[in-house]
């Protein structure tokens, strides 16, 4: 098998974000004063199921979420009051002095995929396939603003969302994560549905305020699977790669999805 890529397959795409140097100086000098110990817990992230306030001090974590099956206290009926309490416990543990190291805020993240569906009492949207068919982009970027203020009045800042997987065999059984089977659905959502989470790049509240930090997931191939299998491999040509599951992340492309 040929593994050569075609770069014409691919449209460029500039970063829309210019660095700031004031942040990159930041960065540098924190670097610089982490311990290894420090930089190896940076780039690790636990489940609140597994790892206590104080494990987070201790180990320099990142960063923890909630799994599917995760909830403060272990109650899945846990009041937003207590997610909030959750939440500043792991970040007081985060900025609690350790000698000479700098402090860094540990993130939470979380799978509010429909709203912040973890949360009893908190707002419910359709999943993303009744979305999809609603063809609605101004809808999906007041959906994502109302996600982002509950996350935030729980103290989380991160959500794994929007899914952008373009579902291509209806065998998956995730095909509700994702917007449809016609990739120009989750390009046309994915921008708005972002802006609503984390506010529009170059606002003043980007990122602030009432807006939280979105990932655009799973991965590229998402939804066409071999079989329908879920973390299954994905076996298609190169140019139906390019022209439909990589769509919702490369906008620019134009051309036709290839079957």
């Known amino acids: 098998m040929d593994a050569r890529a075609t770069p014409e397959n691919w449209p460029a795409r500039a970063a829309t974000v210019v660095a700031d140097p004031a942040v990159e100086r930041r960065v540098d000098a924190l670097l610089a004063a982490m311990s290894i110990e420090q930089k190896v817990g940076q780039i690790i992230q636990a489940d ?21 099956n995760s909830d403060p206290g272990g109650r899945y009926n846990a009041p937003a009051k207590d997610w909030l309490a959750a939440a500043d416990a792991f970040y007081a543990a985060s900025m609690k002095r350790h000698g000479k190291l700098p402090r860094i805020p540990v993130i939470w993240g979380s799978d509010a995929v429909h709203g912040h569906n973890n949360v009893v009492g908190a707002t419910l ?27 935030r009045v729980t103290g989380l800042d991160w959500t794994f969302a929007p899914t952008l997987a373009v579902v291509r065999d209806d065998r998956w059984g995730r095909t509700y994560e994702g917007f449809g089977e016609a990739p120009e659905i989750a390009t046309s959502y994915a921008a708005p549905l972002i802006e609503g989470l984390q506010g529009k790049i170059g606002d003043k509240e980007w990122l602030r305020g009432p807006h939280i930090i979105a990932t655009a997931k799973h991965f590229l191939g998402d939804g066409g699977t071999s079989g329908g299998k879920d973390q299954g491999d994905a076996v298609m040509p190169e140019a139906r790669s390019a022209t439909c599951s990589a769509r919702p992340i490369s906008p620019r492309s134009t051309r036709a999805c290839s079957r």
Do not use: K, Q, W
């Open 48 to 68: 609140i199921a597994s790892v206590t306030p104080d494990e987070v001090y201790r180990y320099h974590l990142g960063s923890v979420l909630n799994g599917g």
């Open 125 to 151: 949207f359709p999943h993303n396939i009744g979305l999809g068919a609603a063809r609605n982009p101004d809808l999906i970027r007041r959906i994502g603003a109302a996600t982002a203020i509950e996350m």
